[in-house]
Structure formats: C-alpha cells, structure tokens
C-alpha cells in the first residue's frame, strides 16, 4: 500500500506549519481557498496545531520550534518562497536534532537572502514530497531535490502537469489541496506515529 492510499483517520497529536510564498500583505485567491480547506482537512484529522505564516517570519518560527518538545510528528508544508523558508527551517532544526518527520514543498522557488543552499535537504528531514512544476507560466518550482550527500533517501521529486488558467503555480497548491493529496500525505504521516 502506497503513503497515498491511507484513508482512515487518527488521533495523534501533532503540529502542522504552512509557510505562504509572496506577499505578506496580498495572497492570491487560490491559495486563501486552499489554506481554507487544508484548515478543515487538518482539524478533521485532529491535529493538535496548525499554524500559517508568511515565509518572511521562518527565524521566528524555527526559534519557538526549537523551544519546544517534539516527540509528536512535526509536519511543515510550503509554497513558493516559503517552501524555500521550510527547507531553511529544517536545517536550522537539525542543528538540535529536532526531526521533521514531513516536509512537503509545493513549487519551491528559490529567494535570494535565503540561506539554506538551492535544493538540499537536510538529514533530520525524514521525508520530503517536493511537487513541482517546470513548465509553469512565469515561477517554475525546484525540481531535484537531494540530500547533502547528493542521494534521495526518503525524498520524492513529483511534477505536476501546469493547471490551466491565469496563474498556474498557485492554482497548483489548490489543486492539491482539493483532491485531498496533501491530507492524505498528513494523514499517512500520523499512521506511522499512532502504529507506534
């Protein structure tokens, strides 16, 4: 059975961060529907917190992350830039050992300021679903994701066909979120934690 085909529901407590790409101050319509429903999915599978914050605000993210006791799954998901801002989180967390057990980038765009180097992914990263698009109007996300050491244990690179429509990298987000391929992904993440 594959990580996607996990449909029954759990009770593991457990923190879900979505880091949004763009502007702090302007988020596209696609994406506000999507972080509307992915609200929902994540509160009907119980998750302890959800939070959503501008990539702009990572370093204080990761420092109250690196405050607190992960023994539940740590999730992080990102869009854009601010998938760029959870790969930077992630390695800052690997400087505690502090696992990320899913990290799930949606057309990671790389941001110059950032400083987490273009498409590694650190080791206390268990797994990454990098969704990504290369034909994509204007953005084109990151498409080969790897580990320090160039392998790509526990990372899956997927491309996703450009949505039609205005503005194919949000609408992406949207589309994900919307045929349940992000919960699904959550979901079977906090399987793993409750078999235990």
């Known amino acids: 059975m594959g990580i996607l085909s996990f449909i029954f529901a759990v009770a593991v407590q457990s923190h879900v961060y979505f880091a949004t790409g763009g502007f702090e101050f302007f988020r596209p319509w696609q994406i506000e529907k999507a972080l509307e429903l992915l609200e929902e999915d994540v509160e009907s599978l119980e998750v302890d917190h959800f939070e959503i914050f501008h990539h702009g605000n990572w370093r204080e993210v990761c420092d109250d992350l690196r405050q607190s006791d992960f023994s539940e799954p740590l999730i992080l998901i990102g869009h854009s830039w601010g998938a760029t801002a959870m790969a930077d989180i992630s390695k800052c967390l690997?400087?505690?050992?502090?696992?990320?057990?899913?990290?799930?980038?949606?057309?990671?765009?790389?941001?110059?300021?950032?400083s987490?180097?273009?498409?590694k992914i650190p080791d206390n990263v268990v797994q990454n679903f990098n969704f990504y698009q290369d034909k994509a109007w204007f953005f084109a996300g990151r498409s080969a994701h790897r580990r320090e050491d160039q392998s790509l244990r526990?990372?899956?690179?997927?491309?996703?066909?450009?949505?039609?429509?205005?503005?194919?990298?949000?609408?992406?987000?949207?589309d994900l979120v919307e045929t349940g391929v992000i919960k699904k992904l959550?979901?079977?993440?906090?399987a793993t934690f409750d078999a235990h």
């Open 154 to 174: 526990g990372i899956k690179n997927i491309r996703v066909e450009p949505s039609a429509g205005f503005h194919p990298h949000d609408q992406m987000v949207l």
């Open 186 to 190: 959550i979901q079977a993440q906090l």
């Open 116 to 119: 987490h180097v273009r498409s």
């Open 94 to 114: 690997e400087k505690d050992e502090i696992p990320v057990d899913l990290l799930i980038t949606l057309d990671r765009v790389f941001k110059p300021g950032f």
